[in-house]
């Protein structure tokens, strides 16, 4: 899931145009986060309201990232949208982008910043667990992510700064190459280290990406079945 956390109000309301306002908030992932359910959107229309701002809506929408839903809500929602001077979205980076392509003669501004891509430990508590590098091995690292858990972002651990299974950078917290060498040993896998991973393919990184699914799986040669 995608991890947000709440703007200082003082850095929205400043690019906030005329005095309607509609908020929108994502079902999925600032929903679990608590940052952008239908709690933390009443929460902010009341804000808004305090401050002088006329809400003219509030809703949610499962997935502000996803074009297909968005675009079914501004369709089915044409009028009260219209109405609006500037739309406040408590989602990803990534919604805001795609709501706004919708609407591009009016503001947008995001209610929340992203940090990364994450796991839900508890109802409170979120953990990075994966980069987006398009270079996965944590099949042959026991799950555990070298470029998320390593401070230093190494391929190849651990570093010479490590002792007793801790972290240089941080030693409140134990060494990923550690632990991955660990279930690695526990498992009679420890061989596959004898390797060199090699270095990260970044041509995976050049940023902005697309990618087309076809819904296709690879066969037993390595090319995408029929």
Partial sequence: ???????????????????????????ICAKLCRTGGDEQIAQYAEIMRE?????????????VCNELLVRKFMRDNQTVL???????IASCGNGVQVFKDF??????????????????????????RCYMCGDCVVGITEGICPKTQCAKFINNGPCGGSINGRCEVDPD???????????????????LLDG?????????DLIPRKMECDGKVPDATGKKTK
């Avoid at 917290?173 to 061989?191: D, L």
């Avoid at 060199?196 to 995976?204: A, E, K, M, V």
């Fill in 51 to 63: 401050l002088g701002f006329t809400v003219v809506g509030e809703r949610q929408i499962e997935g």
């Fill in 173 to 191: 917290r134990e060494c990923a190459w550690y632990r991955i060498y660990e279930r690695m040993r526990e498992r009679g896998r420890e061989h």
């Fill in 1 to 27: 899931m995608i991890v947000t956390t709440a703007k200082k109000l003082e850095e929205i309301i400043v690019h906030i145009d005329g005095k309607k306002v509609f908020l929108i908030g994502c079902d």
């Fill in 103 to 128: 609407v591009p003669e009016k503001t947008v501004l995001p209610l929340l910043n992203t940090l990364f891509l994450g796991s839900m430990k508890t109802h409170r508590q979120f953990q990075e």
């Fill in 82 to 88: 219209s109405s609006a001077d500037t739309f406040l």
């Fill in 196 to 204: 060199i991973f090699l270095p990260t393919n970044h041509s995976q």
